[in-house]
């Protein structure tokens, strides 16, 4: 499982990189520097919810243990 998160990490950051070199620093909230502005939250936000699954699944394996 690890792997797996790790990878889905490595793709969301990816996905941020390219959505980064379409935005319009002039003009970010029109055309598709917006899409790109909700492309990189987006990925941002699985990047947070993989690390918690990350986290959460540490702990179940301590109180296991």
Known sequence: MKIF??????IA???IV????????DKPFEGE???ALI???AALCAVFILLIF???KKIE?????
């Open 39 to 41: 492309g990189i939250a």
């Open 33 to 35: 520097s917006s899409i």
């Open 54 to 56: 990350r986290m959460s």
């Open 13 to 15: 950051f990816g996905l």
């Open 5 to 10: 998160t790790t990878i889905l990490i490595v």
């Open 18 to 25: 390219f959505n980064v070199t379409l935005l319009d620093f």
């Open 61 to 65: 394996d301590k109180l296991k243990n």
